[in-house]
Each structure stands twice: as structure tokens, then as C-alpha cells.
């Protein structure tokens, strides 16, 4: 079986594939001074709770953006499941032609996400990620990898109203009643949530008039499904898209 470990800087998502087919998959905290031993003894626990012997696990491969993290993983996959993850970094196959400016500045899950987008779904396409960030990549019909937008997640808006406003209580990010809030917790979630709706249509609208009407707009991240359901702007909703480019990106690099 195949580990893959995606390193971002809210959640980690880790999944187990048996070929092409994804099976357990968890999502944790992620916890910047947690060591190596911490982080193994984590994930041999929700390996093992699955009924999955770690002897199993034949190979791992992991994307990060905290750097410091990613030691701590290839250390806690050598320490706790023997083996040596592959590293999503520069010498690593991908199939993605990057045309940023300076692509040392792209994150690794960025890649990871047009990976498996040019493999699963074609192109042109919008890849849009609700993670900490709002991110929306853009993928030219040639496979291209054009660069993106960035705007602060939904959950960093909400932990922002909490914080720098003296009356404005931390509410939970789900579908209120009605568009107009008849109290304040409403108020909030509408703004929130239809607010970031109103983000998404508008920037997928911009990338279609650059990238084409036949634009697919794929979205993915924690928050998803939630957003997915108020706009019917996107095509194919991919939870688990970054674990998929992962186990592309790894099968690329065995030959």
C-alpha cells in the first residue's frame, strides 16, 4: 500500500492507496512543534485503528508547505514504517509545466492539484482549494500551469471577525436560515458563506474569460462540499484531489 502525506498549514491530510483506489484517509491538526516520534506515533495509531498492519504500508510519498514539517514526516516514516517517502520537490517527475514567473514560489499542493487535474479531469481548468488560503489555479488547455489567485481562507475571515472586534462571537461555518441574518450569529455566517460564494463566481467568471468557455472548475479542500452546495459554478467537487496527485506524481517516478 502507498501513504500519502499532504502538509498544509491548518490540516494534514494523510490517505492509503491499494493501486489506483483510495482508502482510509484522516485529516489532523497541524501542530508546528510536535517532533518526528509524536507524528509517527500518530499515524501508526490511525493506521493500525483501520485494521491495516504497518508492514503493509510498501511506500509513502508527501507534498508540505511548512517546511520544518517535512523532516519531521520523512523521519517519522523512517523511524515508525521503514521506509523513505519521496519528497515532492524540484527534481521530482510531476507532468505540470509551470509558467510562473519565479515556480520556486509555487507551493508544492498546487502542483500536486494539477497533477491529478490534468490526469482525472483535463483541461482548461480552474482548480479552486478552500484551504487556510482561498486559492484558484489556473490550467491552460496545453496543460500549462499559468499561475492563480490567492485570498484569505474562510476560516481565517471568521477567526479575524472574532478577533479584532469586541461583540462579534466565533460562529460555526454553516448555511444559516436566510441570506439576510436576523441576529448576529446569522449575520455572520451569511457573510461568510455567501460571501465567499459570491468570491468564487466571481473569480471563476475572470478565469473562464481567460482560460475559455470550457473551463472546468474543479474544488477541493476541507470546506468544499460546504460551498460547493450554494453555486452552480463548479463542475466536480475532489475532497481528496491532493492525495490523488500524489499517488500520480509517485507512480511517475518509478520507472
Keep these: 500500500m502507498l501513504l500519502t502525506i499532504d502538509i498544509g498549514n491548518t490540516n494534514i491530510t494523510l490517505g492509503l492507496y491499494e493501486g489506483s483506489i483510495l482508502g482510509p484517509r484522516w485529516r489532523i491538526s497541524t501542530v508546528h512543534n ?30 508540505s508547505v511548512v ?12 523511524a515508525y514504517l521503514h521506509l523513505e517517502p519521496l519528497v515532492v520537490d524540484a527534481g521530482v517527475k510531476t507532468g505540470v509545466r509551470v509558467r510562473y514567473e519565479d515556480p520556486r514560489q509555487v507551493g508544492a499542493d498546487r502542483v500536486v492539484d494539477v497533477a491529478a487535474v490534468l490526469k482525472l479531469y483535463g483541461t ?10 482561498t486559492t484558484f489555479d489556473a490550467v491552460a488547455a496545453n496543460g500549462d500551469y ?7 481562507g474562510i476560516q481565517i475571515a471568521a477567526d479575524a471577525l472574532f478577533q479584532r472586534t469586541s461583540k462579534l462571537p466565533r460562529v460555526d461555518l454553516v448555511r444559516p436560515p436566510s441570506a439576510i441574518g436576523r441576529n448576529t450569529v446569522h449575520s455572520m455566517q451569511s457573510g461568510l458563506l455567501y460571501g465567499y460564494v459570491g468570491l468564487v463566481e466571481g473569480m471563476v467568471a475572470r478565469f473562464r474569460q481567460e482560460l475559455g468557455a470550457g473551463m472546468k472548475v474543479i474544488a477541493t479542500g476541507g470546506l468544499a462540499v460546504l460551498l460547493a452546495e450554494e453555486t452552480q459554478v463548479i463542475d466536480i467537487i475532489a475532497p481528496w484531489l491532493t492525495l490523488d496527485g500524489l499517488r500520480i506524481i509517485w507512480e511517475m517516478n518509478q520507472n
Excluded: N, W
Excluded at 482548461?124 to 488560503?133: H, L, M, N, Y
Excluded at 499559468?146 to 484569505?152: D, E, N, S
Design 146 to 152: 499559468l499561475g492563480g489567485a490567492i485570498a484569505p
Design 124 to 133: 482548461p481548468a480552474c482548480i479552486v482549494d478552500f484551504g487556510t488560503a
Design 67 to 78: 517546511p520544518p514539517l517535512t523532516s519531521t514526516f520523512v523521519h517519522a516514516c523512517q
Design 34 to 63: 510536535r517532533t518526528s516520534d509524536e507524528y509517527g506515533l500518530q499515524m501508526a495509531g490511525m493506521i493500525q485503528h483501520s485494521g491495516i498492519a504497518l508492514s503493509s504500508i510498501k511506500s509513502a510519498v508527501l507534498a
